[in-house]
């Protein structure tokens, strides 16, 4: 089938731009000093409350865990769309799609191909760096998180929910204005959970309540902000989660239903990249 | 006889980019085995015509059929090859990569893409470059590995748009060869292209197209048909057998030893030749002068250069 050779391509093309060996290095190079510096805070604390706080020992794994997983959300969200924000605009503007779209395949072949083929990459490298960064904390501690296989998929989400916008926006627009939109909806996003999170503090009822639309709305016009407030959810040891407030999560997480709305959001802006592609005049 | 439907059919095909009218209306058939020509001066449309037979651009108006299929049918494409203007490939791939990538698409069967890939390579002189990245290709070798990619699949349709613009002259020849062995296999060649003197070479009929219209087609042969001009050099010529010639012939120059000739029946230069040696006229040549391509371009497009 024509959309698992477009997806070979894909991953052949990121393979062979050493787009991988560069991620796979530096996903190294990122575990390594994870790993170094989560040893050197644990044997600090480990010293000052001693070894068997295991409640105190247990927050503070929890802490470094999730500050781990906030940069591995970060990373996994920047490098999907740096590396799909070209794949159908820089093949229209360089002219190569036109030997692809003239062969017998249809236009959402070549869609759903590219698409197939960043999801395998990205799952690979979430995997390899979300993965690495809770074998480290398990290897070291002995700690899990409450909920690490749900975290992984919530941020695995988020990062199709971005896929899936950067192909949609190099239907029709050039790879730096796709660029500019994509990380600029993140943004806003990203400024909005904030706002949600801060503001539900707000002693001010009116205001708090404000704050918390602002939320809601930016998540909905992209979602990906929320899927890590609740994977942050997930991942929160249950006493902070009680308290309500840590620098990654907060006591207002997305419920399931933003999920299910993250997985349409992904679908439907799937189908109107296909929709666009069709259109489009190559 | 079964019916065949025509490789290529249009009918008012229209492309309009916002208010700028690429192609106009273009009605043309081609007809299985030949070598169809597409001519006309930059800018005029062919490259446009070319995608929408493609489906790489849809039309604004009008409909165009593949073999009788629909052009937005792409199982149809499985019985065409083509070669874009702007050849630009995955230039990260080697040529043997490159090639095994587009027989997958073409969905040929792996032991049949093995034979045919060294084939190809061979027949377009790429053999020794058969590891090399595409990336440390001259734009001739581009071209010719995307030539190659044209003929994977064995086409009955194969179209080219502009296959020669970056060629050297044994380029040139390759190209030529190989579409004369095509048309020798029954294969179909749309040929886009403004080197006229190839398209004289290789194809039966030409279409001219300007300002997005298809304003003349015709078969090479009868396109050459027409005033015939001759070139003399002769000694022993006199007022009085040069006013004879006038019987044959609508305009006679002469300039020395050197007579110009015109006249409108081929079979009158038989005719002519056995009048000279008759008189007594020592000839030294007598050369018929085709009326080359180019001079008809420019009489059916004119010269204007306005797109």
Request: net charge negative; proline share 4%; glycine share 8%.
């Amino acid at each position: 089938m024509s959309t698992f050779t477009i997806a070979r391509l894909t991953f052949l093309e990121a393979a062979r731009r050493k787009i991988l060996l560069a991620a796979l290095l530096l996903g190294l190079l990122f575990l390594i000093i994870y790993g170094l510096g989560f040893h050197f805070l644990i044997v600090e604390t480990e010293k000052s409350v001693g070894n068997n706080n295991l409640l105190q020992l247990n927050e503070i794994r929890n802490f470094l865990l999730m500050a781990g997983m906030f940069v591995v959300n970060f990373l996994t969200s920047i490098m999907i769309v740096l590396t799909s924000v070209d794949t159908l605009s820089g093949e229209i503007s360089s002219g190569t799609i036109q030997t692809l779209a003239s062969k017998p395949i249809r236009r959402w072949e070549i869609v759903m191909g590219k698409w197939l083929g960043f999801a395998g990459m990205l799952t690979l490298y979430l995997l390899l760096m979300g993965g690495g960064v809770m074998v480290i904390v398990f290897l070291r501690t002995g700690y899990t998180a409450p909920h690490p296989l749900r975290a992984l998929e919530l941020i695995w989400l988020n990062a199709l929910v971005l896929l899936s916008f950067s192909i949609l926006g190099g239907t029709t627009l050039s790879t730096l204005a796709n660029g500019v939109l994509v990380f600029g909806l993140y943004g806003i996003a990203f400024l909005g959970g904030w706002i949600e999170q801060i503001g539900s503090f707000l002693p001010n009822q009116a205001a708090s309540h404000t704050a918390v639309n602002i939320g809601i709305i930016t998540s909905l016009i992209m979602p990906s902000e929320a899927l890590w407030k609740r994977a942050a959810h997930e991942l929160q040891s249950p006493l902070v989660a009680a308290l309500g407030f840590s620098p990654f999560s907060s006591a207002y997480y997305p419920s399931l239903l933003m999920v299910v709305y993250a997985a349409l959001y992904t679908v439907i802006t799937l189908t109107l990249a296909v929709l666009l592609f069709n259109q489009r005049d190559l | 006889m079964p019916f065949t439907a025509p490789p290529i059919e249009t009918r008012n095909l229209c492309k309009e980019f916002g208010d700028k009218v690429a192609v106009a209306d273009l009605t043309l058939t081609v007809e299985p085995g030949e070598v169809f020509g597409f001519l006309g001066p930059n800018g005029a449309g062919k490259t446009t015509a070319v995608k929408m037979l493609l489906n790489l651009i849809s039309p604004t108006s009008g409909e165009g059929r593949l073999f009788g299929a629909p052009l937005d049918d792409p199982g149809i494409r499985a019985r065409v090859g083509f070669l874009p203007e702007h050849f630009r490939f995955h230039d990260w791939l080697r040529a043997d990569e490159f090639l095994a990538l587009h027989a997958d698409l073409y969905h040929m069967p792996h032991d049949q893409t093995r034979q045919r890939i060294p084939e190809l390579l061979d027949l377009v002189g790429l053999t020794a470059h058969t590891n090399k990245k595409l990336r440390e290709f001259s734009k001739g070798m581009l071209q010719r590995i995307g030539l190659a990619q044209a003929l994977l699949n064995k086409p009955e349709l194969v179209i080219l748009d502009e296959p020669t613009s970056g060629l050297d002259p044994v380029g040139r020849r390759l190209v030529r060869d190989i579409i004369r062995d095509l048309r020798q296999h029954g294969t179909t060649v749309f040929l886009n292209s403004h080197f006229l003197s190839e398209v004289e070479i290789t194809c039966d009929r030409v279409a001219f197209i300007k300002h997005g219209k298809v304003i003349r087609t015709s078969t090479l042969n009868e396109l050459m048909v027409g005033e015939l001009s001759v070139e003399v050099r002769a000694h022993n010529l006199n007022s009085e057998i040069i006013s004879g010639l006038h019987r044959w012939c609508g305009e006679v120059r002469v300039d020395g030893e050197n007579l110009s000739l015109t006249l409108l029946v081929e079979a009158n230069l038989a005719t002519i030749n056995r009048y000279l040696v008759e008189q007594g006229v020592e000839v030294y040549s007598f050369s018929p002068q085709q009326v080359s391509l180019e001079d008809l371009f420019i009489q059916i497009i004119g010269t204007d250069g306005e797109l």
